[in-house]
Each structure stands twice: as C-alpha cells, then as structure tokens.
C-alpha cells in the first residue's frame, strides 16, 4: 500500500509540476511601438503638369509677343531631397508651350529649388535657373527667377502655384524681368 500511496503522490506531483511547466513556456513579448511617418515626404523623384499664363511687358523675352498676355502649358519633371529638416532643396525641368498673340513659343527651363517645409503638407520655395524661348526656330537664352507653393493633397499627389520673373540674354538695355510666368499644376511624387 505504501508503494501504491508513494506511485500515486509521485504521479499527482508530476501532473502538477507539468502544469506549473506550460504555464511557463509562455513567452512575454513587448510590443512594437506603430511609428507612422509625420506629413508628406517632399524627398524624391516627381512629374506632372502645369498650365497658366505669360504675361509680357515692352519689350517681352524675345520670341513671346511683346505687351500681351500668353496662354501656357506644359510637363514638369524634378527631384528633391532633405538636406537638413526642414530644408529640401531639388531640380527640375520644365518644358512649356505658350499660345496666344499670334505668336507661338516653347519655353524650357532648367530650375534649382531651395524651400522650407511650412508644415507637414506645405513646401515653400524660391527657384531660379535658365533656359531657352524658341519662336519659329529662332531660340534666345532665358533666365528665370521666382517663387512658389506645394501643398499635399494625398500621400501621392500635390498642386502646386508659382509665379516666375522672366528675362533673355539679348544683350539690349531693357527690364531684369520682360515677362512674367504664373501657373497652376499637379504632381505624383514616386
């Protein structure tokens, strides 16, 4: 009976300790913390169009029609990067065709950007480059100088306005900026 008594208590200590065993294999894990990204990330590759309108003086950048107002469209392509939050400086290229006045134009220019994240959907910027106005297969070298906004719309898309100054390298005696560029666009950022 004592063997009996001792195989029984031996048994009901191994049930118990098996039980106190898968207690144990429980394995506490601390959980991840979900970090999200905070606002729109201006850093990268973009395309788009943008559409709007020349506005010249007297004399206008040689090849527009001097005194009038031209329609404009075109393609954008660029990039930017993050050099120091909240700073991003990019490039970009742009490649309009102007309308209006009888006079027909391409306008292509070669910009560097330099702006500021105003908040996390809104980037500020000045531009400044140069280029080329080509009329009836005459080109004259363009320089371009301004200012524009971005605003994110989706993780994706922005619209953007800008407003440039424009002038030529003619060598006459006239105004730093003969015309005026201001457009509207939209942009998928990959």
């Not at 320089?143 to 953007?160: E, I, M």
């Amino acid at each position: 009976m004592f063997v009996r008594s001792l195989s029984l208590g031996v048994v009901a200590a191994a049930l118990m300790a098996s039980g106190a065993y898968a207690a144990d294999l429980m394995i506490p894990t601390t959980p991840q913390p979900i970090v999200e990204a905070s606002g729109f990330s201006w850093d990268g590759l973009y395309a788009g169009v943008e559409a709007g309108g020349v506005f010249n003086g007297t004399p206008a950048v040689a090849g527009l029609a001097a005194g009038s107002t031209q329609g404009v469209i075109g393609g954008v392509v660029g990039v930017n990067f993050t050099v120091a939050a909240p700073v991003v400086v990019g490039l970009e290229l742009q490649g309009d065709y102007v309308f209006g006045s009888g006079k027909d134009s391409g306008l292509f220019l070669a910009l560097a950007h330099v702006g500021v994240v105003a908040t996390d959907n809104v980037l500020v910027y000045a531009a400044g480059g140069v280029g080329g106005s080509s009329t009836a297969g005459v080109s004259t070298g363009v320089y371009a100088l301004g200012a524009g906004v971005d605003v994110a719309v989706t993780d994706n898309v922005s619209v953007r306005g800008e407003v440039l100054g424009l002038g030529d390298f003619d060598g006459a005696a006239d105004n730093f900026f003969e015309s005026a560029k201001a457009t509207v666009g939209v942009f998928y950022h990959f």
